[in-house]
């Protein structure tokens, strides 16, 4: 069982950073596609950012509404990604979630979520 859990949520004003973690159980971070969705009140689960294993090359993308302000990255040694959030708009309010993908034998799991407030 994979155990996915997120941290670094908060209230930050517009123009202002954040930095998300999502600690991993295991040494799957770099074995695994990780990911960051977002979802707000009413809305469906958007991804945000991907960084792909290294067997499927670690390549990072990133979503257009966020592309330029949002990096994802991963610590293999730490077993940790995390998704960096710079110039935070209202619209970036949502609850933010870690997932990780198991393509090799297939699976996916989830973290319990990070609230994001943005104020205008």
């Known amino acids: 069982q994979v155990l996915l859990v997120e941290s670094g949520g908060g209230l930050v004003q517009a123009g202002g950073s954040l930095r998300l973690s999502c600690a991993a159980s295991?040494?799957?971070?770099?074995?695994?596609?990780m990911a960051w969705y977002r979802q707000a009140p009413g809305k469906s689960r958007e991804q945000v950012a991907t960084i792909t294993s290294n067997n499927r090359g670690g390549t990072a993308f990133i979503a257009n509404s966020v592309k330029g302000r949002f990096t994802i990255t991963r610590d293999n040694n730490k077993n940790a990604v995390y998704l960096q959030m710079n110039n935070l708009k209202p619209e970036d309010t949502a609850m933010y979630y870690c997932?990780?993908?198991?393509?090799?034998?297939?699976?996916?799991?989830w973290g319990q979520g990070t609230q994001v407030t943005v104020s205008s």
């Open positions: 997932n990780a993908v198991d393509h090799a034998r297939g699976g996916a799991y």
């Open positions: 295991g040494s799957i971070v770099s074995m695994y596609d």
